[in-house]
């Protein structure tokens, strides 16, 4: 098979085969003796962006992807097994939170995931600021973590769906990114190979999010769940708002903090509503309850007498990291240095823009550009006020938690420009805009 054929039956429109998606996919995952160079892949890649793919090619290209590594098999493990995945926020730590509630309800819940890029945070990277946490299990270490604490918090092991690390870097550099079909496969192939049966879908929509608009994220949920149930996965979609951050605190170490504070009960009223909806939903999923009503009252339940916590100080163990961490937030990395940004005037805060606190956060040293960037894990924003609050010229709308001071004063602008105040509180908006499935 030609790879310009294949280019070219996309080109003009048309519905790629298996044989044509597989021979692709085969390319990616090994070049070498393929038949195909980097600008048969790059071409094709445009031409899907261009051209979209039917569910069926969509679901094709996602298993042929999940295909391309290796597959965990975890039918020894008794449970049903259960993830959770979200396209990335500000402040998002649902994963630290609800991992440990829906495993405390007995769902096995085999989480790998990735590092913050961008504005966006990485559930490695909050993991890692705990001392000693180790997220490169082997899989025999991942497998005991599982039948141990029901709860396995990893990174992508390098043999994962090798076929989407070509096409993720070749995407990233020739402006093909934003494919709906591309972006499904690629999460899809990923989550697939970490032998789950259900999956619990975070889409973000709004100013802070990869996914800008309603309709983008409606796209993208409607089409992860189409192609992940053509995958043999029970798949549910949330789209949730990502225009102010969630919860308080931004910054690895920091996101830590507010994670096991939420799992005490003490949460913000927006995180904790999310993590034990996305939880709740989990559960479900596994049982196959007919509705959210048991499933949420088990989660508030694990959240209310602390089995919840008890798992996340478990998985902290289990992993080689510093339980003390749960009662001694001292142990964790922390800066010397902290300022406050107020608010010239009185009134409501009307707006935090979820991005500008990302990028604050990630010039201060808490995130990266390149994926090979180094971080801190102490530095990071505190939200003191959050939508909706009144204020004063007195009180700080953020404490900056920083390090260097030159990173400091590109931090200090964009906060400044980073909310709004106005003379009446906004219209409550819901966080959880839609459910698909
Ligand atoms: N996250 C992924 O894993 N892949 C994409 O294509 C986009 C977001």
């Known amino acids: 098979m030609r790879p310009g054929d294949v280019i070219q039956t996309k080109r003009d429109g048309g519905t790629l085969s298996p044989e044509q998606i597989d021979a692709f996919v085969s390319a990616a995952a090994r070049l070498e003796g393929s038949g195909w160079e980097k600008y048969h892949l790059t071409a094709l890649l445009m031409a899907i962006y261009l051209n979209d793919m039917t569910p069926g090619e969509a679901a094709h290209l996602t298993r042929a992807m999940a295909d391309s590594g290796k597959r965990l098999d975890l039918s020894d493990i008794e449970g ?83 076929a989407d690390k070509t096409l993720y870097a070749l995407r990233d550099v020739t402006a093909t990114v934003e494919s709906i079909p591309l972006i499904t496969a690629s999460i899809l192939s990923k989550k697939l190979s970490e032998g789950i049966s259900g999956l619990v879908m975070d889409v973000k929509s709004g100013r802070g999010a990869f996914m800008k ?72 999923i596994a049982f196959g309850a007919p509705d959210d009503t048991k499933p949420e009252a088990l989660v508030r339940e694990a959240l209310a007498t602390g089995t919840g916590l008890d798992v996340f100080r478990k998985c902290i163990e289990q992993q080689g990291g510093d339980p003390r961490v749960i009662d001694d937030y001292s142990r964790l990395p922390s800066t010397d240095a902290t300022v406050h940004v107020n608010t010239a005037r009185t009134g409501y805060i009307t707006a935090i823009d979820a991005e500008k606190v990302g990028i604050a956060a990630r010039v201060l040293g808490g995130g990266r550009s390149r994926a090979e960037d180094a971080i801190d ?50 219209a409550d908006e819901p966080l959880i805009l839609e459910e698909l499935a």
């Open 377 to 426: 894990p102490a530095v990071g924003i505190i939200v003191r006020a959050k939508l909706g609050e009144r204020v004063t010229s007195r009180d700080a709308v953020f404490d900056v938690h920083y390090r260097d001071d030159a990173k400091l004063a590109l931090s200090l602008p964009l906060l400044a420009e980073a909310f709004q105040v106005g003379d009446a509180p906004p």
């Open 213 to 284: 608009t309603r309709a983008r994220a409606r796209a993208l949920a409607d089409s992860i769940v189409k192609v992940g149930t053509a995958n043999g996965l029970k798949v549910s979609a949330f789209i949730t708002a990502m225009d102010a951050p969630l919860g308080r605190f931004v910054g690895n170490a920091l996101e830590v903090v507010e994670s096991i504070e939420t799992l005490k009960g003490n949460g913000p009223k927006d995180l904790t509503e999310l993590s034990v909806k996305l939880a709740a939903r989990m559960v479900r």
């Open 80 to 162: 049903p097994k259960v993830d959770k995945h979200s396209t990335g926020g500000v402040g998002d730590k649902t994963s630290l939170i609800l991992g440990p509630l829906a495993a405390a309800c007995g769902v096995i819940v085999p989480m790998m995931s990735g590092r913050g890029l961008g504005h966006s945070g990485g559930t490695l990277d909050k993991l890692e600021s705990i001392p000693g946490f180790n997220v490169h299990l082997s899989e025999t270490e991942f497998r005991a973590a599982l039948k141990n604490v029901g709860l396995g918090m990893i990174g992508q092991t390098a043999d994962v769906a090798p």
